[in-house]
């Protein structure tokens, strides 16, 4: 067992480095953005929420949205509907194909949109005025602090024919914490059998005994983010995998079509009335009586959906059923493939375990104590490993790899 751990820690030492510094240096990052309150259109904030609530095509929140002011309580949403059908109907006519209704709250006003083909329409509720087009929102990642920290982290630089590295990596980090957890539980188990039962002993040196300490108060947390990690980058390489077969499936030569076609089917106008009212009621149900800020009813890959942007400080993107008015994710029957063999549903959850924040702040910072364990423990693993090649090598043994 000691064997595996030593021959491992030498192949991947590096690379553990690096994914610890940088991984630090990420969740510094958002830690600092989170903490001081940037506001939404922060390019850090920005590249934090990325892809939290759902690849380009399904996602309705906007950054502006964060801080907009929520319509009243007792809000007639229906009327809003109402009024918007009326006035796109007016200008496109009874047979225009609607891809969604969105009803929203901008400036403390209510605002009407609509899209239909290549059209986006926005209107006005309070006299049916149109408006100007939509804020056009960033598209694809933005250039921050963030994400040139996540691409030096998932070594981006190297091209996507590199990526089984971060596999390879995260597997051998997994192998090394397993072994040292039962190379410790060993030694601990032959020392209880002395009636030495401190799981914190001191023998072998200061290297070793702080290498030792930092690895049993670690170790499960390390393992956590070694497992979501590799599972993570699995992903991406069979994203980039994906990519590089299918080039006909891709928009602008980078995304798949899963993750920015127009999946939407008609909104007839008989439709609107049932799918808001099982919508509200859904939300009612499974979130009280939060202020709402945004309203779309669309149907998304065949699944009858109502989108509610609510919230307060903590805002939010919630998706319904707009027929059963149960919670539908970001995965789901039907629904496109993004070119993660996961979904983009699982694939989010391992990147919110992996970074912490599926706790909040507080896993957060779990996660960013990791990441300096990791550093250490590849510093001392190192401080060890030279002072025992040293010591073989005044005894004419020269080796790197040893029994």
Not at 386 to 395: I, N, Q, V, Y
Request: charged share 20%.
């Amino acid at each position: 067992m000691r064997i595996v751990h030593r021959w491992i820690a030498i192949v991947i030492l590096g690379f553990a480095l690096w994914f610890s510094i940088t991984g630090i240096a990420v969740q510094g990052i958002d830690i600092a953005t989170i903490m001081s309150h940037a506001p939404a259109t922060d390019p850090n904030m920005l590249a934090i929420r990325e892809s939290i609530d759902g690849p380009p095509n399904q996602i309705v929140i906007r950054p502006q949205d964060y801080a907009a002011q929520s319509f009243p309580t007792g809000s007639d949403y229906a009327r809003l509907f109402e009024s918007l059908t009326r006035a796109v109907r007016s200008d496109l006519g009874p047979a225009a194909p609607l891809a969604y209704l969105d009803v929203r709250s901008e400036q403390g006003k209510a605002v009407g949109e609509v899209r239909s083909g290549e059209i986006t329409l926005r209107y006005s509720l309070a006299d049916g005025q149109r408006l100007p087009p939509p804020p056009n929102g960033p598209q694809g990642p933005q250039s921050s602090a963030h994400n040139t920290a996540k691409h030096l982290h998932r070594l981006f630089f190297l091209g996507d024919d590199m990526l089984w590295l971060n596999a390879f990596v995260g597997i051998g980090l997994g192998a090394m914490i397993v072994t040292g957890i039962v190379m410790y539980f060993r030694l601990l188990k032959a020392r209880a059998r002395l009636k030495r039962y401190n799981p914190f002993w001191s023998a072998g040196g200061a290297w070793r005994r702080l290498h030792r300490s930092v690895s049993v108060v670690a170790a499960v947390f390390l393992l956590v983010v070694a497992v979501t990690g590799t599972l993570l980058s699995i992903d991406s390489l069979s994203f980039g995998l994906y990519r590089a077969l299918y080039p006909d499936r891709l928009v602008h030569g980078f995304s798949p079509i899963g993750t920015v076609g127009d999946f939407s089917t008609p909104l007839r106008d008989d439709e609107r009335d049932p799918m808001l009212v099982a919508t509200l009621a859904a939300y009612r149900a499974h979130d009280g009586d939060r202020p709402i800020k945004a309203i779309r009813l669309r149907t998304f890959a065949g699944h009858p959906q109502g989108i509610i942007i609510a919230g307060g400080d903590a805002t939010e993107q919630l998706i319904f059923n707009a027929r059963s008015g149960m919670t539908e994710g970001l995965s789901g029957a039907g629904y496109p493939y993004t070119g993660f063999p996961t979904g983009w549903q699982l694939h989010e959850l391992l990147k919110r375990i992996h970074r912490g924040d599926v706790i909040g702040v507080p896993g957060r910072v779990i996660d960013l104590l990791s990441g300096l364990s990791l550093a250490f423990l590849s510093i001392s693993g190192l401080a060890l490993y030279l002072d025992l090649k040293g010591r073989r090598s005044k005894a004419g043994r020269k080796g790197l790899f040893w029994r």
